[in-house]
């Protein structure tokens, strides 16, 4: 038979079980250097999304103001702000940004803390931020492809947004919240926990600057 604690009674002797706050000193290395790679990447993005933001006021302010990085026809934040894309919801999309990156930073900072999440909060999380990656992408695909000029601030979005997503990725998959079925879910958790998905999202990114150079290279350095 099972004693049942009397929450008025008085208690004698030790307690059996402790419970303590969660220290930093708990939190796995991996996890840690996640989150830390998270805060410094979410911070350029944060920096970023405000400088895009004041210049989206200034737009708004006069139509033909020079911004910042109007370097070229082609190298022109200017260019691409005064499109639709870039006020696809009505408002700039540095705004978006804004909010976003608080988000991230705040979650990093508290892992780095000890904090757990549930797995409800991190799979929430993982397809926000997934949505926010194909966002980043799509508006680098319409400057690409349809605008026909770059932002350098977009470019430095896409990029941190791309080390935020992979971080994230990283963290669900080796906590489980992220779980391929069968053999090939344990298999995804050892090539994460190996380190491989760094190699894999470095040769993104490189891939990524190949492409800018490609079409682009000789108006960055001119």
Not at 29 to 47: C, D, H, K, N, Y
Request: hydrophobic content about 55%; overall charge neutral; charged content about 15%.
């Amino acid at each position: 038979m099972t004693d049942v604690l009397d929450p008025d009674a008085d208690l004698v002797g030790p307690v059996p079980t402790t419970v303590r706050a969660p220290r930093a000193s708990d939190t796995p290395p991996w996890r840690r250097r996640t989150a830390i790679e998270m805060v410094i990447s979410g911070a350029l993005g944060l920096f970023t999304s405000f400088v895009l933001s004041i210049e989206a006021l200034r737009i708004a302010e006069n139509p033909d103001a020079s911004l910042s990085c109007d370097i070229n026809s082609v190298i022109s934040c200017g260019t691409v702000a005064r499109t639709w894309q870039a006020n696809l919801f009505g408002f700039p999309n540095a705004f978006l940004g804004i909010a976003a990156e608080c988000v991230v930073i705040t979650i990093a900072v508290a892992a780095i803390g000890g904090v757990t999440f549930p797995r409800w909060f991190m799979r929430a999380a993982q397809v926000v931020y997934t949505l926010g990656l194909i966002f980043a992408f799509w508006l680098f695909t319409q400057s690409y492809f349809v605008i026909g000029a770059l932002c350098p601030w977009c470019l430095l979005i896409t990029v941190t947004t791309t080390l935020v997503w992979a971080g994230l990725t990283r963290w669900n998959i080796m906590d489980g919240h992220i779980r391929l079925p069968g053999a090939a879910g344990e298999s995804l958790r050892r090539f994460v926990a190996g380190g491989n998905d760094w190699f894999v999202t470095v040769a993104f990114l490189i891939l990524f600057a190949a492409v800018v150079m490609a079409k682009y290279g000789y108006s960055l350095v001119n």
